[in-house]
């Protein structure tokens, strides 16, 4: 009989360290699940579904009416994985497409009665940080700007010595431009020029490093990583020379539908993309200038969960955190206070 309260005892408290993340964004709808936050970054569930709620945002002003029926069958089908999982611990976070839809507040209604939990629309610098503090925690030192790229928006961030020292949002991202009736991307270039010259941070100091964030931008370096015949198939970390990538960055730029078509080892949902990323990231490092560019598999929504748990946690005590855990993993190690 004791040794059956202890055991459940035990179930209750591994119930409650598990903890989810959904992230609504203007291309795609991810879940995340994780064991423990604060012991591992590591989700054993990790799950997308590109909805486009955003698509023609620009052009209606509202959310696209498949996007919506879409998004919201998935969002009940997460709904009914936590259920059964018995995960109460959630954090729901949303970016530009709730912020800015004149429709939005019904579907805000309608996730927030079927998860009872109210959803956190983040403002645009606050994207911006919490992409910032989701690249702090998968490298040792961060030093330079961090780029993050979604379908509706793109937040910029420095990072000095791992102070966030600089953010803002910008109106750029891949799904909103594919869309948009005005910026076409023969006049991309000339765009995005105007409105990283109104940044006057950006120009004031160069960056040694550029950590970019975001699915399309994974695609595009792991396009890279393939192309190139890189040995180790791991995209986080994965860096290249500013003069090598420009070259690279000016190739997919180009490339017609036709092209498009023929492009291996990224999904297809990502292809449509990669032009309108590739000049984005060359407008971005011509003023930043940075003499590495990296890929951050972390971002938003890790960051999002660290300003919740370590705001007042030093890197010892996360550190001390992941290596318990990763003891009690291998059974193989005993931890000594």
């Known amino acids: 009989m004791e040794l059956k309260v202890i055991k459940n005892k035990q179930n209750l408290k591994l119930r409650e360290s598990k903890l989810a993340i959904i992230d609504i964004g203007s291309n795609s709808i991810r879940m995340l699940i994780y064991d423990d936050f604060t012991s591992s970054r590591v989700p054993f569930f990790n799950e997308k579904a590109v909805c486009e709620l955003g698509k023609n945002l620009d ?7 498949s996007g919506k029926i879409y998004a919201l069958k998935v969002l009940k089908r997460f709904s009914e994985i936590l259920n059964v999982s018995k995960i109460n611990n959630l954090k729901i976070i949303a970016t ?8 939005a507040k019904p579907f805000i209604e309608e996730v927030e009665y079927l998860f009872k939990k109210n959803i956190n629309i983040l403002t645009g610098e606050e994207e911006a940080e919490s992409s910032a503090e989701g690249v702090k925690i998968g490298f040792e030192n961060v030093d330079g700007l961090v780029a993050d790229l979604g379908g509706g928006s793109l937040e ?17 991202g891949v799904l909103r431009l594919i869309n948009n009736p005005i910026v076409k991307k023969r006049n991309l270039p000339k765009y995005l020029k105007n409105l990283l010259r109104d940044e006057k941070w950006l120009s004031k100091k160069k960056f040694n490093n550029l950590y970019l964030v975001g ?16 040995p180790v198939h791991i995209i986080h970390q994965y860096s290249i020379e500013n ?31 990669l032009p309108y990323s590739s000049i984005i990231l060359e407008e971005i490092m011509n003023i930043a200038n940075p003499k590495n560019v990296i890929c951050s598999i972390s971002g938003i929504r890790e960051g999002s969960l660290a300003k919740d748990l ?25 931890i000594y206070i």
């Open 156 to 172: 910029l961030a420095r990072v000095e010595n791992n102070v966030v020292t600089n953010k803002t949002s910008l109106p750029v």
């Open 215 to 230: 699915g399309t931008w994974r695609a595009l370096f792991k396009l890279h990583l393939f192309q190139n015949e890189y």
């Open 243 to 273: 003069e090598k990538l420009t070259k690279f960055l000016e190739k997919i730029s180009s490339f017609n539908k036709s092209k498009l078509k023929s492009v291996e080892y990224i999904s297809k949902s990502r292809t449509p993309y």
């Open 310 to 334: 370590f705001k007042n946690s030093d890197s010892n005590f996360v550190f001390n955190k992941s290596l318990e855990h990763i003891s009690k993993k291998k059974r193989r190690f005993r």
């Open 96 to 103: 530009a497409v709730l912020r800015e839809a004149t429709d």
């Open 59 to 65: 052009k209606s002003k509202k959310l696209h009416k």
